[in-house]
């Protein structure tokens, strides 16, 4: 029995910088069935409505990585992402190309800078002395060692993380959700020369910009999960040296002011954070906050029982900043 | 129904209007908050990030707390809700469960992994539900345009915080527009609000802050609201530096959840903390006819 046909309304995003005055939006109406990917939809407009179409993709079995785009503004593989759900959920299927990125035509967007914040992190295995490895050897791994891989390795380099990053849209500086993915997977890699180098050298290359929203996560079509690496990262950064970078200050002072009350101090975690310049900057909007909220400068109560938490402190905490370093 | 009320530390500090939101609807809707001073901080991110054992066991200790007195756990606050959640998570795995419980166990407690944790949200929508809520308002927010903002941790990972739909929630929509007002509808309303860096690098929260509400102001929001004092902070507290940033004006009113609700339910400005806001509410008061319109 042929599968039952839906109607697909598509608007897509159509421009050319330089050429055309505006984007614009071209408007088709398909009948397909439900499980049609997007990316054939789009192929068949382009074939049989509008040869102008231009998109990128190849292997149309998400593993080549080319065809990401914004379906209903999120981040997606074309390939990948069926035409049912989409119409059921929003009566229409609007097609834009990544975010982040600039638009070359259409639904093509120029990678380079995706490409270079990703190169800033210098992702190839550095020599490790203690572990040569000659050429045609071969160089195993425990089942343990390629545990701690986790799922970084399944990433294609499609950079939808990269189109639904905020950070990434709000700071040159951010590396991106795929770049910091890729550098864990070097830093716990065995075979690799440098991991406390790299640890030390992307603290101050935008690591502690990450905001931890899992934006990056939602959109991962291999689920290698990039938030949950960068936060690996932080934590393995803490541990490879003293604290100096703010964010790294941050959140170690965070941790000790926990220890002290059980609850915030929200003065004082400002205090440790921040270094005197900047402390000095933020008075004017200080006393601002403050006029409205005179707790802001108050220490709080301890809690009820804050033995119980120093006790877990002493338990988890004591073992020195070195422990788990790579 | 009564639950263990955790406030998380905001709002017992610079948040403090939302704790007195909170119980004042809670009081109203027979929601009966137990409190518990020995809970401590979630970590808020900051503690995962420096040390993960350390930040399940904190965590484990509030629930089990909780677990002791038999009660299911309600937060106020976005951040609170995903930390919490999260330890439930982790605690699933064997190794980080043995050595959480070791350590509990030298401090008296033990995590069974009952107790459900609960942001208000889910109460009110839940046991409360929406046709007793729409019975109990006084004040119909009628003509006011509102643009929920989730926060992140509400969400986000969607596997762990088991939310339904992560990318499209419509919870906090459906609440809005049970208390009279018109739900807004715009990207920026599960994006990030900027909040875990305002510390670090204070000129990129801005930018993220101002990029959501002008989002929400775009799509004719005429305020917003937040189920999280973190969010409320960087989109409230710091409204003013996001606007210096971007050199744009935006006096967008933002309200706590419980407010918007409490203001339904026919609460005054005071009860509810208002005038402890940085940009002022009263835009949206002239609107719902709590204050005259200025002549």
């Given at each position: 029995m042929p599968p039952e046909l839906i109607q697909a309304p598509f608007e897509v995003y159509r421009y050319e910088p330089g050429v055309d005055p505006a984007p614009r939006y071209s408007h088709f109406t398909l009948e397909l069935p439900?499980?049609?990917p997007v990316l054939t939809a789009l192929l068949k407009i382009r074939d049989e409505?509008?040869?102008s179409l231009t998109l990128r993709y190849s292997?149309?079995?998400?593993?080549?990585?080319?065809?990401?785009m914004l379906v209903n503004s999120k981040s997606r593989l074309a390939c990948k992402t069926q035409i049912g759900p989409e119409v059921a959920r929003h009566g229409k299927i609007v097609i834009d190309p990544m975010r982040n990125l600039p638009v070359?035509?259409?639904?093509?967007?120029?990678?380079n800078g995706f490409w270079d914040r990703y190169r800033r992190l210098e992702p190839a295995l550095r020599p490790n002395p203690d572990r040569p490895m000659p050429v045609g050897q071969p160089n195993p791994m425990t089942p343990e060692q390629v545990d701690r891989?986790?799922?970084?390795?399944?990433?294609?380099?499609?950079a939808a993380c990269y189109s639904a990053c905020p950070a990434v849209e709000a700071d040159p500086e951010f590396p991106g959700p795929m770049a910091l993915a890729k550098l864990y997977r070097f830093v716990v890699?065995?075979?690799?020369?440098a991991p406390r180098e790299r640890l030390l050298k992307i603290q101050s290359e935008g690591?502690?910009?990450?905001?931890?929203?899992h934006l990056c996560t939602e959109a991962c079509p291999k689920d290698v999960r990039p938030s949950e690496r960068i936060r690996d990262l932080k934590e393995m950064a803490n541990r490879?040296?003293?604290?100096?970078e703010a964010g790294s200050r941050h959140s170690v002072a965070f941790k000790e002011n926990i220890r002290s009350k059980?609850?915030?101090?929200e003065f004082k975690l400002a205090r440790q954070t921040l270094n005197p310049v900047q402390l000095l900057e933020s008075l004017p909007q200080g006393f601002k906050i403050r006029a409205k909220?005179?707790?802001?400068?108050k220490t709080p109560k301890p809690i009820r029982n804050l033995e119980e938490v120093q006790k877990l402190y002493e338990l988890l905490d004591s073992s020195g900043s070195e422990e788990e370093a790579p | 129904m009564k639950v263990a009320y955790y406030p998380g530390c905001v709002a017992q500090e610079s948040g403090r209007e939302l704790d007195l939101a909170t119980r004042w609807v809670c009081g109203q809707l027979g929601i009966e908050l137990q409190e518990f001073p020995n809970f401590s901080c979630c970590g808020s991110g900051f503690i995962d990030e420096a040390n993960e054992t350390l930040n399940v066991a904190l965590n484990a200790r509030n629930l089990a707390i909780a677990e002791r007195a038999g009660l299911d756990l309600m937060t106020i606050c976005s951040t609170c809700q995903g930390m919490l959640t999260l330890a439930n998570h982790r605690l699933g795995d064997p190794k980080v469960r043995d050595r959480v419980d070791g350590a509990l166990r030298q401090i008296g407690m033990e995590y069974r992994g009952t107790t459900k944790v609960r942001h208000l949200l889910d109460v009110l929508l839940k046991e409360v539900g929406l046709e007793t809520i729409r019975s109990r308002?006084?004040?119909?927010?009628?003509?006011l345009r509102v643009g929920a903002f989730y926060g992140c941790h509400l969400l986000r990972p969607a596997d762990e915080m088991h939310?339904?739909?992560?990318?499209?929630?419509h919870e906090f929509e459906d609440l809005i527009e049970a208390l009279g007002a018109t739900p807004v509808l715009y990207r920026?309303?599960?994006?990030?609000?900027?909040?875990?860096i305002l510390f670090v690098r204070e000129p990129t929260a801005n930018r993220i802050a101002a990029t959501q509400i002008r989002d929400a102001k775009a799509h004719g929001a005429h305020a917003m609201a937040t189920p999280c004092p973190l969010c409320h902070t960087s989109l409230d507290a710091y409204q003013n530096k996001a606007e210096a940033e971007v050199g744009e004006k935006f006096g967008m009113p933002v309200f706590h959840l419980p407010q918007l609700v409490g203001l339904a339910l026919g609460a005054t400005s005071k009860d509810l903390g208002l005038?402890?806001?940085?940009?002022?509410t009263d835009t949206a008061l002239t609107r719902i006819g709590l204050i005259a319109v200025p002549t």
């Amino acid at each position: 029995m042929p599968p039952e046909l839906i109607q697909a309304p598509f608007e897509v995003y159509r421009y050319e910088p330089g050429v055309d005055p505006a984007p614009r939006y071209s408007h088709f109406t398909l009948e397909l069935p439900p499980h049609t990917p997007v990316l054939t939809a789009l192929l068949k407009i382009r074939d049989e409505l509008d040869p102008s179409l231009t998109l990128r993709y190849s292997c149309r079995s998400a593993i080549c990585g080319s065809c990401a785009m914004l379906v209903n503004s999120k981040s997606r593989l074309a390939c990948k992402t069926q035409i049912g759900p989409e119409v059921a959920r929003h009566g229409k299927i609007v097609i834009d190309p990544m975010r982040n990125l600039p638009v070359l035509r259409d639904l093509v967007t120029e990678m380079n800078g995706f490409w270079d914040r990703y190169r800033r992190l210098e992702p190839a295995l550095r020599p490790n002395p203690d572990r040569p490895m000659p050429v045609g050897q071969p160089n195993p791994m425990t089942p343990e060692q390629v545990d701690r891989f986790m799922e970084t390795p399944r990433c294609i380099a499609c950079a939808a993380c990269y189109s639904a990053c905020p950070a990434v849209e709000a700071d040159p500086e951010f590396p991106g959700p795929m770049a910091l993915a890729k550098l864990y997977r070097f830093v716990v890699d065995p075979r690799d020369g440098a991991p406390r180098e790299r640890l030390l050298k992307i603290q101050s290359e935008g690591l502690w910009l990450c905001l931890r929203c899992h934006l990056c996560t939602e959109a991962c079509p291999k689920d290698v999960r990039p938030s949950e690496r960068i936060r690996d990262l932080k934590e393995m950064a803490n541990r490879a040296r003293d604290p100096s970078e703010a964010g790294s200050r941050h959140s170690v002072a965070f941790k000790e002011n926990i220890r002290s009350k059980g609850i915030l101090d929200e003065f004082k975690l400002a205090r440790q954070t921040l270094n005197p310049v900047q402390l000095l900057e933020s008075l004017p909007q200080g006393f601002k906050i403050r006029a409205k909220k005179p707790e802001v400068t108050k220490t709080p109560k301890p809690i009820r029982n804050l033995e119980e938490v120093q006790k877990l402190y002493e338990l988890l905490d004591s073992s020195g900043s070195e422990e788990e370093a790579p | 129904m009564k639950v263990a009320y955790y406030p998380g530390c905001v709002a017992q500090e610079s948040g403090r209007e939302l704790d007195l939101a909170t119980r004042w609807v809670c009081g109203q809707l027979g929601i009966e908050l137990q409190e518990f001073p020995n809970f401590s901080c979630c970590g808020s991110g900051f503690i995962d990030e420096a040390n993960e054992t350390l930040n399940v066991a904190l965590n484990a200790r509030n629930l089990a707390i909780a677990e002791r007195a038999g009660l299911d756990l309600m937060t106020i606050c976005s951040t609170c809700q995903g930390m919490l959640t999260l330890a439930n998570h982790r605690l699933g795995d064997p190794k980080v469960r043995d050595r959480v419980d070791g350590a509990l166990r030298q401090i008296g407690m033990e995590y069974r992994g009952t107790t459900k944790v609960r942001h208000l949200l889910d109460v009110l929508l839940k046991e409360v539900g929406l046709e007793t809520i729409r019975s109990r308002v006084r004040r119909p927010l009628t003509g006011l345009r509102v643009g929920a903002f989730y926060g992140c941790h509400l969400l986000r990972p969607a596997d762990e915080m088991h939310s339904e739909s992560a990318e499209e929630p419509h919870e906090f929509e459906d609440l809005i527009e049970a208390l009279g007002a018109t739900p807004v509808l715009y990207r920026g309303r599960v994006m990030c609000c900027g909040f875990p860096i305002l510390f670090v690098r204070e000129p990129t929260a801005n930018r993220i802050a101002a990029t959501q509400i002008r989002d929400a102001k775009a799509h004719g929001a005429h305020a917003m609201a937040t189920p999280c004092p973190l969010c409320h902070t960087s989109l409230d507290a710091y409204q003013n530096k996001a606007e210096a940033e971007v050199g744009e004006k935006f006096g967008m009113p933002v309200f706590h959840l419980p407010q918007l609700v409490g203001l339904a339910l026919g609460a005054t400005s005071k009860d509810l903390g208002l005038p402890r806001h940085l940009v002022s509410t009263d835009t949206a008061l002239t609107r719902i006819g709590l204050i005259a319109v200025p002549t």
